[in-house]
């Protein structure tokens, strides 16, 4: 088992660009209808949602940004009028949907939502992957927990109840994620040590063993209770990496501030021509782009990138170099 905190420690080049994300409907966009209200049952999950099952009798949600601003699983700015804790604004971390689960309800209950996949292709064993998956918790939940996280199995996992899965997360988050504005990076490399074929993500812990911390951001109304987290954008990639010492370009370019935040500068030993910079997430997805004759030194905006881990791709005459990078406030 792996334990993680927002820092994760990877080697310093990362070949992942063209690396295959194995999480079908990766950011919940592929949808065979469009629910208008909150889900009452694993079946109208399903019904609603393709490749992705309720991995135990809990009601994951399903939120939207293209459904009419009345129903109350809209966002970012739900309309719902009750007074449990399901209410807060997001933006969708990609596209224009994401789900909600519940992580704890109330002690001594032990109730849980989980969401499950199966994976494109199973994990090969002995190879590196790199498992993340972004959360939110909703604003007027009562409480935040502290073991969020990804389980991988050979098999479905499944439960009859709501009750807690008694299994142990390979990846998961053992600090409290309190942030209720911004999309918060869980992520973890692992070598397989199985065919892996099913990811399934939630609190694996009962409720004697899961830790809350109270929102400071809660209703505190009557039913405004547990622990409820929004999640978006799950990606498993395989990744192949060399040190240092190993790249042969007769160049080399730094990349600063580590971690960065408003911007991104570049800075090279010589001159570089035709030079092409593309920055990506960990899912593959492209958010800048631009191409210069020649360049030594840049600097690129970063401001309107989340929070999260980034690999930058500098691709000139002499070749291509790729940094991991980490934005953070």
Known sequence: MKTISLIVSLLLFI???KAQNLV?????EDLISEPCGFINSSTEFENSMNTWQVANGGTPDIFLSSI???CW???PNSSYPGPIGLKGSQDPHSGDSFVGLFAFTIDGLDQRDYVQVELSSPMQTGIEYIVEFYVSLADNTEFSV??????LSTNAISGLDDSPLDYEAQVHFDDFVTDTENWVQ???TIIADENFEFITIGNFNDDANTSTQENPGSAGCVGCYGAYYFIDDISISPLSSTTINEINFDT????????FYNFILLESERELKNVSISVFDLTGRLHITSQHSSFMEMRIDSKSLPNGYYLIEIEHDKGIEQRKILKSN
């Open 186 to 188: 869980i992520a973890d």
């Open 68 to 70: 009419e601003q009345t």
């Open 252 to 259: 080399k370019i730094k990349v600063y501030p580590i971690p």
């Open 24 to 28: 079908p409907n990766f950011d919940f």
């Open 15 to 17: 070949q992942l660009t």
């Open 146 to 151: 502290d073991d969020l996280g990804a389980y």
């Open 73 to 75: 699983n809209f966002q």
